[in-house]
């Protein structure tokens, strides 16, 4: 799976072509995969992100 860059919209310019190692859970949306340089900002700037975060580690 590959990292779908701090804001999570499909065909993104901030698209990362490195694997996802988190997924962040957010309200009615799917959750976001994201890679390690990409986390900080994704709880920051996606939108729907649950407050306290919820972040899983994706193998």
Known sequence: M??????????????????????VVRY???ALAVCPVHLGPSLLMAGDV??????????
């Open 2 to 23: 590959r990292c779908q860059g701090p804001y999570g919209r499909p065909g993104d310019a901030a698209d990362c072509p490195d694997p996802a190692r988190f997924e």
């Open 28 to 30: 009615r949306r799917p």
């Open 50 to 59: 649950l407050w306290p975060p919820q972040v899983s580690l994706v193998r």
